[in-house]
């Protein structure tokens, strides 16, 4: 016995990431479905050594009911199938930005706030990749010392922003400098700029800033963000610097505090985002205490996979241990009928 697992937009970076993510893990899965828009439709991608063809996105599928459905082709795509999939008792694990701040939807890192999933059923979201990575090198510290400002700047990869930006990026490097994913050319360059602006804050900045407070179940908490794309194909790093209500012991104390973070590495030497690619861990180095109530931290980690797949199915493998999705969809299958 497996579970019935769908990913929508199968065939873009996370996408891609997710099958291979969890070809790789112990999920055991009886049936796997792969969704893309038509353009992609027909496609083959293996998975366990079978080959599964990529179909519509159509309501019709999002009805059938599967234990689990991935999502991850943009927050419109998720806003029109994902609540019609949840209806009829599907979890969904939803990689955009659509339902992350509805107060009644949890916003899941597993290891910080997995306890959410116990006997939740619905959709369940998955939060930015920058915001992942920077509460999982930080929520330990929070725990015992009160984290009350974190300032952060971010250099993200340019897989941030999709299969069309890489494609972008590629092309750029080989001499046609002309761009129409980003505000400008990204190759040999870095752009102060991640999403439009409202209020001089960008939409990836207000993901950071909101999503760490929902996460770190802090009203409290002042986050204030640069976000930055720069020319590195995946890998995304921050220059973190917080504040802490109470005085740190020691900076010996502060990197125990961090490593105890589960998926957190601590480094002595640098760590470069090129080192991480394909890696599921969070990489802190460059610690540094200022002072009793002041820390400095380098924060790397791979974008499609700690921010993104990696988490949908830490999400999925932690719901599933603490839920019983199959039993619970077949009894509200025949309740329908
Ligand atoms: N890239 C990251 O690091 C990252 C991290 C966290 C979250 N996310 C979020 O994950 C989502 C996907 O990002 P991505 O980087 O993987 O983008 P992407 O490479 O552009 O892939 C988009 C996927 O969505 C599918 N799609 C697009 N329109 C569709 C439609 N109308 N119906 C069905 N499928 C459709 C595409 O299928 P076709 O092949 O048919 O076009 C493709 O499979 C976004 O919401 C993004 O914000 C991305």
Known sequence: MGFKIGIVGATGAVGRTMLEVLEKSSVPVSELRLFA???????????????????????????????????SAGADVSRRYAPIAAEVGTTVIDNSSAFRMVPEIPLVVPEINGHLLKGYRGIVANPNCSTIQMVLALYKV????????????????????????????????????????????????VIPLIGDLKDDISQEEWKMINETKKILNSKALAVFPTTVRVPVRIGHSESVIA??????????????????????????????????????????????????QT??????????????????????????????????REVEEVERR
């Open 243 to 292: 504040r802490t209500l109470f005085p740190i012991m020691s900076k010996e104390d502060l990197i125990e505090t961090i490593a105890s973070g589960e998926d957190v590495v601590v480094h002595d030497d640098i760590v470069t985002p090129l080192e991480v690619a394909g890696d599921d861990y969070v990489h802190v180095s460059r610690v540094r205490l200022f002072d009793a």
């Open 142 to 189: 929070h725990d015992k010392y009160q984290l009350h400002e974190i300032f952060v700047s971010t250099y993200q990869a340019v897989s941030g922003a999709g299969h069309k930006a890489i494609v972008e990026y590629e092309r750029q490097l080989s001499g046609d400098d002309s761009h129409s994913v980003f505000v400008r050319q990204i190759a040999h360059n």
């Open 37 to 71: 828009s038509e353009r992609s439709a027909g496609q083959i991608l293996t998975f366990r050594g079978a080959d599964v063809r990529v179909e519509t996105l159509t309501q019709e599928a999002m009805r059938e009911g599967f234990d689990y459905l991935l999502f």
């Open 295 to 328: 820390f400095g931290l380098w924060v790397v980690a791979d974008n499609l996979r700690v921010g993104a797949a990696t988490n949908a199915v830490r999400i999925l493998k932690l719901h599933s241990e603490l839920n019983n999705p199959t039993v619970e």
